[in-house]
């Protein structure tokens, strides 16, 4: 039993470059989130997907862009990395919007040089 | 004001001490109240959940909410040099889900 799944576990990016984090759940969860975690200042919502076919800006969502590609699935995309996007990303996924159990997935650590 | 207050640490404690973590909070819309706990280099797992005020205990573990004082902890009894992790609160409502930053807990043999 997977739970959720993210892919690559590190990275490192020259300003400017592009990438995509993935992110897959097993689950059949209907909810899935994007997380950023930084030193003091916690978990901060990027995007989230309430369902297949929806997504919304969470609270920090300036220079990232999403895909709820199916059910399962939930990409992340830096379109022009910034050093100011280093940081820990985190996929969760939930039964409903807004719930109070995320599953989080392992995390991926991105440097942006 | 942060949504979320919680005190970083670190908190350091011999084994089978009790560990008390608390959070503040000031939108008073929030219904749910979590504790994750973050080992170093993974992703958070929900330890406990409580809905309004009150308390609720799982094994060794206790949570306490009072909504009055928007104030939220959680306490470790016997705590266990495996309890030695990062512990984030956090607490939804209104369509709305925020973290505590973590404080860092270590327990000494």
């Known amino acids: 039993n997977a739970g959720v799944t993210q892919t690559p576990k590190f990275q490192v990016l020259k300003t400017g470059q592009s990438m995509t984090l993935q992110c897959a759940q097993d689950?059949?969860?209907?909810?899935m989130y994007w997380y950023r975690q930084d030193p003091g200042m916690g978990l901060r919502l990027i995007y989230y997907?309430?369902?297949?076919?929806?997504?919304d800006k969470g609270e920090v969502p300036n220079g990232y862009n999403v895909s709820r590609l199916n059910k399962r699935e939930f990409s992340l995309r830096l379109e022009s990395a910034a050093p100011s996007q280093t940081s820990v990303y985190f996929c969760?996924?939930?039964?409903?919007?807004?719930?109070?159990?995320?599953?989080f997935g392992a995390g991926s650590r991105l440097t942006v040089l | 004001q942060k949504e979320v207050e919680q005190d970083p640490g670190p908190l350091s404690v011999p084994e089978g001490a009790i560990v008390s973590l608390n959070c503040t909070y000031s939108?008073?819309?929030?219904?749910?109240f979590m504790w994750y706990r973050q080992y170093s280099r993974k992703g958070p797992e929900l330890l406990m959940y409580?809905?309004?005020?009150g308390n609720k205990e799982d094994g060794r573990f206790t949570a306490q909410v009072d909504k009055s004082s928007k104030y939220i902890s959680l306490f470790i009894r016997d705590s266990q040099p495996s309890d030695s992790a990062t512990y984030l609160c956090?607490?939804?409502?209104?369509?709305?889900?925020?973290f505590g930053a973590g404080t860092r807990l270590t327990v000494k043999p």
């Open positions: 969760a996924s939930s039964t409903v919007p807004g719930a109070n159990v995320l599953t």
């Open positions: 689950m059949n969860h209907n909810s």
């Open positions: 997907s309430a369902s297949e076919g929806t997504t």
């Open positions: 939108n008073s819309a929030f219904q749910y």
């Open positions: 409580t809905y309004s005020s």
């Open positions: 956090a607490m939804s409502g209104d369509n709305d889900m925020r």
